[in-house]
């Protein structure tokens, strides 16, 4: 389809035409002017001093509990009280998907989301100061040794609240991209309804 045949369609279909553009600049004063998400992320590994090498299952089981108990609405109110404002989510690690469980290692995943990276970082702080504070007091008065006390140790980290959208110029550069396959889709099923409306 050469540039003449292109812009023959569009004055066929010049209504057609400025909806798809009001439509994508609409989505794009909208995406431009949405507040970007941050995140800070950190994945914990549950172990004792005597099991540094090899997994238990009490291990993975205290990792449930904790991480079960983080998402009480008690452990959200010790979060708000150490400084959290925002969102955040303590989960089990699943290796595998919903079809196939794989609880045999203790790892625990803290996230925290917000709408500025000092909130976030702010939320994420808290929860890992109350996460911490939590398996200390389950382990309390249960009269476990130190050599057998559990501690939490960073396997791998975000390093500080990132954004978590793209790029602003790939985000508008798809659209961009988006619009136009948009265009040229409805316009040629407008040409080809209106041929075949047209007397032969």
């Known amino acids: 389809m050469s540039l003449t045949d292109i812009a023959a369609l569009i004055r066929r279909h010049v209504i057609a035409t400025v909806i798809v553009l009001i439509i994508s600049a609409i989505v794009g004063f909208d995406l431009h002017h949405t507040k970007p998400l941050y995140g800070d992320t950190v994945d914990l590994d549950l172990k004792t001093p005597s099991s540094q090498t090899t997994w238990s299952s009490s291990l ?3 990792a449930d509990l904790v991480s079960r108990s983080m998402m009480s609405p008690q452990a959200a109110q010790l979060v708000r009280k150490a400084g959290g404002s ?6 089990l ?4 998907n919903m079809e196939l469980p794989d609880y045999s290692v203790p ?4 996230t925290a989301t917000a709408g500025s990276q000092t ?3 702010d939320t994420f702080g808290a929860v890992t100061r109350v996460l911490a504070q939590e398996l ?15 501690n939490l140790y960073t396997m791998a ?5 990132i954004p978590l959208s793209g790029s602003p110029t790939r985000t508008f550069a798809a ?8 265009l040229f889709v409805v316009l040629s099923f407008l040409d080809r309804k209106r041929a075949l409306l047209e007397p032969q």
């Open 119 to 121: 909130a976030a970082q």
């Open 157 to 161: 980290a975000s390093g500080g609240a």
């Open 86 to 91: 925002s969102s955040y989510q303590v989960t």
């Open 136 to 150: 200390k007091d389950w382990q309390a008065g249960k009269d476990i040794p130190p050599a057998d006390q559990i």
């Open 60 to 62: 993975v089981i205290t």
């Open 175 to 182: 659209l961009l991209v988006l619009t136009i396959i948009a």
């Open 107 to 110: 790892y625990i995943s803290v």
């Open 93 to 96: 690690v699943n290796l595998y």
